[in-house]
């Protein structure tokens, strides 16, 4: 038995950009999750750590990101990891991680 989930509750990095598979529509767009900064029990200082995901929706989730998901927004999103690989102009190849979502849901908006 093998299971690949992943659960994020983050901010929206910038506008979806929607493209369309044959007449399927794809949205993506960043997700920034941040660690809070802590100290220690020794008194060492670790700082905020933010990172970036690269999240995909598919389908009609596609299609709520392209109308209602914005920059700023703040999602939780369940989906699952994949990584492809690509090929530039260069033949420098490539590897990508990305979250495919499942299920979502808009926590708030940036007006």
Known sequence: MSVNKVILLGNVGRDP???????RPVASFPLATTERAFTTAEGTRIPERTEWHN???WGAAAETAEKYIRKGSKLYIEGKLRT???????TIKHNV???????FELLSRQA
């Not at 991680?97 to 299920?103: F, L, N």
């Open 17 to 23: 950009e929607i493209r369309y598979v044959e007449t």
């Open 55 to 57: 999240i995909i929706m």
């Open 84 to 90: 492809r690989v690509w090929e530039d102009r260069n």
């Open 97 to 103: 991680t990305e979250i495919y979502v499942e299920t």
